[in-house]
């Protein structure tokens, strides 16, 4: 099915900041500078964890950014809660006045398997900044876009909690069978 609504390259919908590692010295995990993220491996459910931290930041992403993991694996995407260092692992994307952050976030995440199919190198797949440009994303007017955001949180809101339940049914489950109680009442 075609999407009711045009089709921009990302470049029209945001600005690219694309990750670069400080120097190994002017990282630390002793709390000095500011949080330091060199790609997926510190990503949580939204926004990133924080391991590392730089007093010597080459790139900076600002709060609200998106930021896109550019290197294996290519497409996971959180929201930059505070500012930070991206390393080259990483781009940041500043949405634009007309697009809505989470939006843009939203829109993003839906592109992981085309932005994986871009991407090139025989050891690690990386995605370039030229690539990213052209990747076209659907953008309907601000308002638009604002409620398509918030029924998506909603639907992960929901997904989360469904997820969470499904945990706590199966470490019940595994408990039960730990005791021993089902597996009594199974053999009799």
């Not at 950014?65 to 290519?74: E, K, Y």
């Not at 019940?172 to 009442?185: M, V, W, Y």
Request: glycine content about 8%; aromatic content about 6%; proline content about 4%.
């Amino acid at each position: 099915m075609k999407s009711q609504w045009p089709m921009v390259k990302l470049n029209e919908a945001c600005s690219l900041n694309m990750g670069q590692s400080p120097d190994s010295s002017g990282y630390n995990d002793e709390g000095r500078g500011i949080p330091f993220y060199q790609g997926n491996a510190d990503f949580g459910a939204l926004t990133p964890v924080t391991r590392f931290y730089c007093d010597n930041p080459t790139k900076i992403a600002h709060r609200g950014d998106i930021l896109l993991s550019v290197r294996a694996p290519i497409g996971a995407v959180n929201i930059a809660n505070e500012t930070c260092c991206i390393g080259r692992g990483l781009a940041a994307l500043t949405a634009c006045d007309s697009v809505d952050a989470k939006f843009l976030y939203y829109a993003i995440k839906s592109k992981h398997d085309e932005l994986n199919a871009k991407g090139t190198g025989s050891t690690f797949k990386a995605i370039n900044k030229k690539a990213l440009h052209e990747t076209q994303i659907p953008l309907p007017v601000l308002a638009e876009q604002k409620n398509v955001a918030s029924i998506l949180d909603n639907v992960s809101g929901l997904a989360a909690l469904r997820k969470r339940q499904i945990m706590q049914l199966d470490l019940l489950a595994k408990s039960r069978f730990s005791c021993g109680t089902i597996s009594d009442e199974v053999a009799a």
